[in-house]
């Protein structure tokens, strides 16, 4: 625990975000930087994650969403594809095992079906296995878009009324949110992107609907533990409003 902020005791609990979704870019570009290759830059990343993830168990964070690949990033070169699917399998083989003993359940979000055999079992292996855990929900975003996940929960929800299991005229917010990913745990509080872009590219859409925007310059790689917990800081210091006048939240 000797690496925490030294503010971190003085989080306010209350002012801590309690879902934090991460938009972990810069990778490849990074992996150039080095004057090494893309991969280079996501093998890199990998070692970000694992520090981030034990930052959250430290800050006891509910629920933290890790964009790893996109409904988009399909179309680039083959051999990237394939490399981040190699490297999604082989994180989920060795890292099982740390996750169960650190209480991490994991859920992983996206359109599965395109995964390979291989790629699915262990996925179901390693949800099971967790399953239980309390510690943090860790969800690994997957073949996810915002879109996609919005589409899914709405033709869910006309299967349901097709089948009078819900009468479509009392339809409310809530009744698709239940059909949405995540829908079981608090909406994203805070949403941080790395790399200096400035947008969400079909990240959790509907579920960071009110999340504050936290832009860092740097890219993934290079992202620390210390980054993190700024990022955490910066979002005590935001009123948030949700819609109402910032002498309402006040008073
Ligand atoms: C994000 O980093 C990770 C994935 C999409 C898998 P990038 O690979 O997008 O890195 P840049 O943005 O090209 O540098
Ligand atoms: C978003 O990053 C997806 C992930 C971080 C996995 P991208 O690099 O794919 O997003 P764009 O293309 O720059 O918007
Ligand atoms: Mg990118």
Redesign the pocket.
Known sequence: MSDLPNSHSSFVKEAQPKHIAV???GNGRWGIEQKNSRIHGLKAGFETVKKVITASRKVELDSLTL????T??WSRPQKEVDFIMKLLLKALEKESAKMMSNDIKLTVIGDKSRFSRVMQKKIQEVEELTQHCKGLNLNLAINYGGRWDILEAAKQLARDALENKIDIAGVEENDLNARMSLAEQAPVDLMIRTSG?Y?I?NFVLWQAAYAELYFSDLCWPEFSEQDFYAAIEWFSTRQRRFGLTGEQIVS
């Open positions: 938009i972990m870019d964009f790893a690949f996109s988009e990033n872009e947008r590219s």
